[in-house]
């Protein structure tokens, strides 16, 4: 890789930093999930009750509704236990991006590509054989519109704390990949074996062929 570069973040970068920085986002993530349990259990609360002894009546309406409230409420409250931490950092990485104010651009020639299936929606993946002969990873969403892409030569802009893409331009020519691999396994993920994106891998390329 090239020298990193820094530049100010442009007007667009730092309103979705912002925005990435706030928590709004994920009241409203709240609300959703759980209306959506609340609405999901009392539908088949009712529809139970209906089948057994027909329609419900009113203090069973009651009696339902506040099951379906609370069973919303456990669920939630456990998705914060487990997530919560890990947002809060999120969180905090965007705010400090967005105090520093700039951006960092790296610029790579690449020879060679090894593409990575995609399982469900984590999006596009491949290994990149640097001119260097290091071996850089890339992967997620941000790759997956990008006909361009992989290529020879290209400049990646990130924030620099919390690591998100915020732009990807190609300067060479297409490299089509050499090699496809199949997506990495839950297993993989579960024992943290999946590269970060951005990550340099201390592995031999040829080898990630029949891996």
């Known amino acids: 890789m090239n020298p990193i570069e820094f530049r100010p973040f442009t007007a667009d970068e730092r309103r979705a930093l912002a925005e990435l920085a706030s928590s709004r986002g994920e009241l409203a993530h709240d609300l959703l999930t759980g209306g959506g349990v609340f609405a999901v259990v009392l539908g088949l609360g009712v529809l139970v009750v209906r089948c057994v002894s027909g329609p419900p009546s009113g203090p069973e309406r009651v009696v339902l509704a506040a ?90 802009t990130r924030a620099p704390r919390s690591r998100i893409v915020l732009a990807l331009e190609c300067a060479g020519t297409r490299l089509e990949p050499s090699a496809r691999r199949p997506p990495f396994t839950r297993a993989e993920h579960e024992a943290e074996r999946v590269p970060a994106d951005g990550a340099i891998v201390a592995v031999d390329f040829e080898s990630l062929r029949g891996a």
């Open 67 to 156: 099951f379906a409230a609370v069973l919303a409420l456990t669920v939630l409250w456990k998705i914060r236990r487990s997530l919560g931490r890990a947002l809060a950092g999120a969180r905090a990485d965007y705010a400090a991006d967005l105090a520093g104010g700039r951006a960092t651009t790296e610029t790579v020639d690449a020879t060679d590509a090894i593409a990575v299936a995609e399982l469900e929606d984590e999006g596009a993946a491949y290994y990149l054989r640097l001119a260097d002969g290091r071996v850089l990873f890339l992967g997620g969403q941000y790759l997956d519109e990008r006909a361009d892409f992989p290529c020879t030569r290209f400049a990646v």
